[in-house]
């Protein structure tokens, strides 16, 4: 299968219904981040305080604060590279292309939502690098919490294609370089327990989490402008 049926199967089933492609235009605009907002701020406090783990290779909380941190450190890191390789790679959106999509709203509101992305490249999806990025490194913490973000990680991926935001393969290779950015941190880790690591985890105990939460909440009104147009057309 190619891009392009596996793009219409997906957008077929959310594009029969203008309530069902409402509910997906809920889903993808905020829930993602603060999900993932909040699986940072979990990160930051799991795992056994002190120097022994309550278990046989169990998670120690000064370990899953590191690798916390390295995250955090190269998730703006990830975002700015899929940004640069959007300009660099030509790669039109499927929104751009006239009767490719099941829009089954008025075409004012779908050209109010999808207006601002026209200047944007659609290779990798920044998104699915972010998501998938995390879901690895939850996945190396916790096994069980790991596949459901996973799982929360292709839903969302797959739910940007079926609206027509990103090809298939923009999902595809943004999943690969997220999961081996997460492989990266979590290998990582294990060694770089460094001066810098040492003294972020004693000086950042206490707002780290907080901060990062409101950063990604912050850049959960990425796409605001779709909630308030989809409230506008309810109305």
Not at 41 to 58: D, V
Not at 113 to 121: N, V
Request: aromatic content about 14%.
């Amino acid at each position: 299968m190619n891009d392009v049926s596996v793009l219409h199967y997906f957008n077929h089933l959310i594009g029969s219904s203008p309530e069902l492609f409402y509910a997906a235009l809920n889903l993808s605009d905020r829930l993602p981040w603060l999900l993932y907002a909040l699986a940072l701020c979990a990160m930051w406090f799991s795992g056994t305080p002190g120097l022994l783990p309550e278990r046989p290779n169990g998670l120690l909380r000064h370990h899953a604060r590191d690798i916390t941190i390295m995250t955090c450190m190269v998730m703006p890191v990830l975002f700015i590279i899929s940004r640069i390789i959007q300009k660099v790679v030509e790669s039109s959106r499927p929104m751009q292309q006239d009767g490719l999509l099941e829009i089954p709203i008025p075409p004012k509101i779908w050209y109010d939502i999808t207006g601002s992305f026209h200047m944007q490249g659609s290779f990798p999806s920044d998104h699915a690098v972010v998501f998938f990025l995390l879901a690895t490194v939850v996945f190396s913490l916790n096994r069980w919490w790991g596949l459901l973000a996973l799982l929360l990680a292709t839903f969302f991926g797959l739910l940007r294609v079926a609206l027509g935001f990103h090809w298939p393969s923009d999902v595809l290779a943004g999943a690969a370089l997220g999961s081996f950015a997460g492989l990266l941190v979590v290998l990582g880790s294990r060694w770089a327990d460094s001066l810098f690591i040492r003294w972020s985890r004693k000086q950042w105990s206490w707002w780290l989490a907080p901060l990062m939460f409101l950063f990604l909440y912050d850049c959960s009104y990425k796409f605001t402008h779709v909630m308030s147009l989809i409230h506008q057309q309810g109305s």
